[in-house]
């Protein structure tokens, strides 16, 4: 693999962490040493201008030398994407969070301006007190020098309750320009306490807040499949394509719970079927992947970029199947609809986490739990099982297709890995088995030479 892992980076694994510089001793439970750290899931990830935020979500340490349960993580943290690090020389800024609540599998939307961001939803964990604050849209405000200060949005927070929108859980979201989009989800104890006794309820809708309005809305899942629910999928938007070019949102993986009460037994979506959403028109597609498609999973992560020949490229890793943790990389090039796979020795599987693409051409993965070796449904153990990477952070190359050792905030712009510009070059994308002609107008006419 080459990376993060291998006991032959000494210089890797043998690193300590420094923390952040209100405690250099190390010791912070929000923030523990590199040598303390276990684990940490469950969180949301988001990027403002040069910092990686990271907020919500658990996190376990080592305490007195012994792994512990994990933790409810109580603060936001930052990671500088200016400066070169490993991830044991990695530095991370805690924030206080004030009033606002720290939940598991909650939403950050960034604004256009990546000056700040919007928190909303998620569920209580396990681990916290039980309490399930009120449902409020909350603010982030960076200073631009990795801090930043939380407040609750009012307005926003009145316009959400006029429309009757509930707290969710479990479901995707993403954002394009100035809107943000929730698909699916559900309700269940850990969101709503009238809940408590009941089993997950999956709902049906796309959540939308229009971040320059504070305007929220619900739009018609119907088309997502034949009940218009999903949890556990990923939801990843790209800027171009589909009505004048101005972006389409494309649902992968996942479960399709159905409308009952049945989200644990839901069935699996294959990754040869993308679902494709409109939101200038509020209308559903479907196309047909092919290539190297990857297993069903759920609890993956997915983060797009733009390629350097009129492509769009969607990066997949790891994900959960049953009981079975996948440490595996997959690309999805848009508009071939064509999957391939990166080759690497898989070292640490992992769900639960999440990814995003900084410093031009690289994937940086955050957190996440491995299942793995562990006896079914013992929680616990996921929690005490060290993470091979340092800090759960692991950075990968999408350009050359292979981990890296260390972030570079000098490297170069990401350009369409070799692979892929080789199956347009031998023509796959006039091989392509469109699902119909208005699907393939989103996207072959805006294919330069087309």
Request: with cysteine; charged share 15%; hydrophobic share 35%.
């Amino acid at each position: 693999m080459g990376l993060l892992v291998s006991a032959s980076v000494s210089f890797i694994l043998g690193g300590s962490l420094v923390s952040a510089a209100s405690n250099s001793a190390g010791n912070n439970p929000e923030n523990p040493s590199a040598a303390d750290f276990l684990r940490r899931a469950y969180h949301s990830s988001v990027i403002l201008g040069n910092y990686l935020y990271i907020d919500g979500g658990e996190i376990s340490q080592k305490t007195g030398g012994m792994p512990s349960h994990s933790r409810l993580n109580r603060v936001t943290l930052s990671i500088d994407l200016t400066s070169e690090w490993t991830n044991a020389s990695l530095r991370m800024q805690s924030i206080p969070k004030g009033a606002a609540p720290s939940s598991n599998g909650g939403v950050l939307w960034k604004t256009p301006d990546q000056k700040s961001f919007f928190a909303w939803g998620g569920g209580i964990s396990s681990v916290s007190d039980g309490n399930i604050p009120p449902l409020k849209v909350w603010n982030f405000t960076s200073d631009k020098s990795g801090g930043g200060s939380w407040t609750e949005d009012t307005t926003s927070s009145t316009s959400m309750s006029k429309a009757q929108v509930i707290r969710l859980v479990t479901g995707s979201y993403t954002a394009i320009r100035d809107t943000g989009y929730y698909v699916g989800g559900l309700v269940n104890g850990q969101t709503d306490v009238s809940a408590a006794n009941d089993p997950d309820t999956p709902q049906q809708g796309i959540t939308t807040f229009n971040f320059t309005s504070e305007k929220w809305t619900k739009e018609s899942s119907i088309g997502l499949n034949d009940f218009g629910t999903s949890i556990a999928s990923k939801t990843v938007s790209i800027p171009a394509f589909g009505s004048e070019n101005r972006g389409l949102l494309f649902v992968l993986g996942g479960k399709d719970p159905g409308l009952t009460a049945q989200g644990k037994n839901a069935d699996l979506v294959p990754l040869s079927n993308i679902t494709i959403y409109n939101p200038y028109i509020e209308q559903w597609s479907a196309q047909r992947a092919t290539g190297d498609v990857p297993l069903a999973r759920t609890r993956f992560c997915a983060a797009s970029v733009k390629g350097d020949n009129g492509t769009y490229e969607i990066f997949i890793y790891g994900g959960l199947s049953s009981d079975i943790s996948y440490d595996e990389i997959y690309v999805l090039s848009i508009p071939g609809f064509v999957w391939l796979k990166a080759s690497y020795t898989p070292l640490a599987p992992r769900f639960e986490h999440t990814c995003e693409v900084a410093g031009g051409r690289q994937l940086i993965s955050i957190g996440g739990l491995n299942s793995n070796g562990h006896k079914k449904g013992d929680y616990l153990s996921f929690w005490k099982s060290p993470d091979p990477f340092k800090q759960g952070i692991g950075v990968f190359d999408m350009t050359t297709m292979a981990w890296k050792s260390s972030y570079d905030p000098n490297a170069s712009k990401y350009e369409t890995p070799v692979v892929i510009k080789q199956w347009y070059s031998d023509g796959g994308l006039a091989q392509v088995q469109w699902q119909n002609k208005e699907v393939a107008r989103m996207f072959v006419q805006d294919v330069p030479g087309k």
